[in-house]
């Protein structure tokens, strides 16, 4: 019996958990990446001078998601196990120790961080959000005290969004229109269609407590002011499960990911950029019109060696698989010109720094959310007028305070990220870039953020929207794929089984159900059971062999 093949484009988090999950299906996969590591956006950089940076994601939740992939075996695929069992609906959130499931402990040491984040406004006054509600209420007591009843409205209204929009609907894949028409009306019932600042400040009276509850899903590349409200289930999903560190950096979770994906017969190849995907008619004849059969046949890496699979995968950016992978006499839907339309996320500068511990405990937490002094002006500069402003937001992440390792003994090693717009903006990087760098350094010293920084600082480097769009592949730059509008959610965001080649599949931060770390997750596990449906995976098989049929016919 011939297994079944299996290319995916990209070594990210979304590549590496579908190639887990395919081999655990009973695939042959071979994951083609492009850098010299592994990682994707999740790259991890280390220093000639000692230090470890973690290039992208820094912020993990839903451990089960993590301990699922762990739990996969060879053949024994649990396609049909339930999305979120009971054990995980009410499991307690880990609040000190080791935070990682048994199979877990085996490849990464996770652990909680706490709080959540602090989130500093620009008059110098914090919130440490840390998910517990009497915490919480205590702190909206000191800040704005005429928003504590608010709150508890605001707690059970995104409750319910969280139980139906995350529990109930998180691994929904919206392959055509009437799978989202069934959801509109609960999702007008909760409220969840508006803008998910003006959901917010719905009940909020006090500047910082729209903030506060707003600001997450700047962190998956949306707009606040623009996103719909049921984003505001991120805020249950932290406070149910926590938020997590992997000790030795993300990329430690990478590193466990490939061992993983390894032990179960998986092939990786780095360096290995992929210059066209092969597409054929389904006697194997070239393409001549975008009418008519179209299959996906395998990859063309740079140099022109070329890889056949009965599946090829872009864990790649949305926009550029279709633009630049797939020639456009194979594309109707997926067109040039849907895809120029489609609204990117915004993109980013992020400064990687290393600094002397003077002695002197910093006043910081891992996660810290530093706001500029204006919030809805800065959001329309980035995302609407594409300005880069004089005054700008940051996310702080000093790993450091929870994992010395990640610095030489006596030093600290940080990176701070700003949101930045995308390259549509037309700015001259190579020339604004370091400005930005120097003002925002500049801004953590002069503040009192980290005292004495300049004098303090051992090394520095950066990347702007130059690197997600030459390095990272993804189209003007964007850090996070087509921006989370409405418009774009859903059944209108990029589906995981291409509409318009048979065989092809997308997966990751630009398809269904978007960006962050659990989403790119729940998309590998979307996009394995769309290729199990279509390539005939036995339907009944929980546990044991799951085995792909022969002659089974995709569809």
């Known amino acids: 019996m011939r297994r079944k093949t299996a290319i995916i484009i990209g070594a990210g988090f979304g590549g590496l958990a579908l190639g887990i999950r395919l081999q655990s299906l009973g695939f042959d996969t071979t994951i083609v990446e492009a850098l010299d590591q592994p990682g994707g956006r999740a790259y991890q950089k280390r220093t000639p001078d000692g230090y470890v940076f973690d290039m992208g994601p820094t912020v993990i939740t839903v451990p089960h998601f993590i301990e699922e992939l762990f739990a996969l075996e060879r053949d024994g695929g649990r396609l049909h196990d339930p999305d979120f069992p009971e054990h995980v609906r009410h499991a307690e959130r880990v609040r000190e120790g080791d935070s990682g499931g048994p199979r877990t402990r085996d490849y990464v040491r996770l652990v909680p961080i706490l709080p959540f984040y602090r989130i500093i406004f620009d008059d110098g006054t914090h919130f440490d959000y840390d998910g517990d509600p009497d915490s919480t209420r205590a702190q909206i007591r000191a800040l704005a005290p005429e928003d504590l009843e608010a709150y508890e409205r605001f707690h059970a209204d995104a409750r319910a969004i969280f139980e139906r929009g995350f529990l109930e609907l998180g691994y929904t894949h919206f392959g055509d229109l009437p799978s989202m028409l069934r959801v509109v009306p609960d999702l007008l019932r909760l409220d969840a269609v508006r803008t998910l600042f003006s959901f917010t400040r719905k009940y909020f ?100 060696e070329e890889l056949h699979a009965d599946v090829v995968v872009s864990n ?45 405990p910093l006043d910081l937490r891992h996660h810290n959310i530093i706001l500029g002094p204006r919030y809805e002006g800065l959001l329309t500069d980035i995302f609407r007028n594409l300005h880069l402003a004089d005054d700008f937001s940051q996310y702080l992440h000093v790993p450091t305070l929870t994992d010395p390792s990640l610095a030489p003994a006596g030093h600290h090693a940080a990176y701070t990220l700003v949101p930045v717009p995308h390259n549509g903006s037309g700015l001259n990087w190579a020339e604004v870039g370091p400005a930005l760098v120097d003002r925002v350094l ?39 794929g087509p921006e989370p509008l409405l418009a774009q959610s859903a059944f209108m965001r990029p589906h995981n089984r291409s509409e318009d080649v048979r065989n092809l599949y997308l997966v990751g931060a630009g398809a269904q159900p978007g960006a962050g770390t659990p989403s790119v997750m729940m998309s590998a596990k979307m996009t394995a059971r769309l290729i199990a449906q279509d390539f005939g995976v036995h339907a009944d098989l929980v546990h044991g062999s799951a085995a792909v049929a022969v002659g089974a016919e995709p569809r």
């Open 205 to 304: 009276r006090n500047p910082k407590m729209q903030q506060v509850f707003s600001f997450e899903t700047l962190l998956v590349g949306g707009n606040p002011l623009s996103v719909p409200a049921i984003y505001a289930m991120i805020h249950f999903v932290e406070k149910t499960w926590g938020i997590h560190y992997a000790m030795g950096g993300t990329g430690a979770l990478v590193d466990a990911f490939v061992r993983k994906y390894r032990e179960l017969g998986g092939t990786l190849r780095l360096a290995a950029p992929v210059e066209r995907i092969l597409v054929t008619d389904d006697r194997g004849r070239p393409v001549r019109a975008p009418l008519g059969a179209r299959v996906a046949r395998g990859v063309r890496l740079q140099g022109g």
């Open 316 to 360: 790649g950016d949305w926009a550029n698989t279709y633009m630049k992978l797939v020639e456009p006499r194979a594309r109707l839907v997926n067109s040039d010109a849907r895809v120029r339309l489609a609204r990117q996320s915004m993109s980013l500068l992020v400064v990687y720094f290393g600094f002397r511990d003077d002695g002197r």
């Open 442 to 480: 500049t801004f953590l010293d002069e503040r009192g953020h980290i005292p004495n920084l300049r004098a303090r600082l051992t090394h520095v480097s950066h990347i702007t929207p130059d690197y997600f769009e030459g390095t990272l592949g993804a189209h003007l730059g964007n850090a996070f």
